[in-house]
């Protein structure tokens, strides 16, 4: 059974990380969420959705999503004896950027992050800021050279998308190819011929 870990913090941009998950949902994988106070209330005020409600309707039928709470550095994910098969950090703050890349495991998020660059498994972040600030380019280069897949949620335009779905889900596509998963949730461009 495949495994993710998938983090949620309070930057603008929550529904990438619901799309997400309910992707990785739609696979039957099992799914370690970890998300911030903010990261709820930001999720909340955007989608509108209530959380707990969502969790809820999300494990009715397999119960496939384990909500980690912040600072419960108890958690199986704060091991690299839990093996997981990646992890994302969906939409990522700078600040969550700026406290991995010194290795500042100051809550489970960053911890379970941190676990996944010392076992060197997957670690993907989707950055949402802009413009990015010198320290933001170096905190995230910093984390590039140790192999973290960093995809900021910029539209492609050539997949034609006519509604805010079809950008998210281009992004959406992105992050579960940088976790090796096939997908068809946006097009693949071909060359034009």
């Not at 999720?43 to 509108?48: N, P, V």
């Not at 660059?117 to 280069?141: A, C, D, G, Q, Y």
């Not at 992050?175 to 461009?189: Q, R, T, V």
Request: with cysteine.
């Amino acid at each position: 059974m495949e495994r993710y870990v998938v983090g949620i913090t309070g930057a603008s941009g929550s529904i990438y990380g619901v799309r997400l998950v309910e992707e990785l949902v739609k696979r039957d994988y099992e799914i370690y969420l970890i998300i911030t106070d903010n990261g709820k209330k930001v999720l909340e005020y955007e989608i509108g959705y209530d959380f707990n409600k969502w969790i809820q309707n999300l494990n009715a039928k397999n119960n496939k999503v384990k909500l980690c709470k912040i600072n419960d550095m108890f958690s199986p994910v704060a091991s690299g004896s839990f093996k997981t098969d990646g992890m994302i950090i969906v939409p990522c703050s700078m600040g969550t950027i700026a406290k991995l890349s010194c290795g500042i495991s100051d809550s489970l998020l960053i911890r379970a992050a941190d676990v996944m660059l010392k076992e060197k498994r997957k670690l993907v972040l989707v950055p949402r800021e802009t413009p990015f600030n010198s320290i933001h380019l170096k905190n995230m280069l910093v984390l590039s050279e140790l192999n973290v897949v960093i995809i900021p949620p910029i539209p492609a335009f050539y997949q034609k998308p006519k509604t805010i779905d079809d950008i998210v889900n281009g992004t959406v596509g992105r992050i579960l190819e940088g976790l090796g998963i096939e997908n068809e949730l946006y097009y693949h461009w071909r060359g034009r011929i």
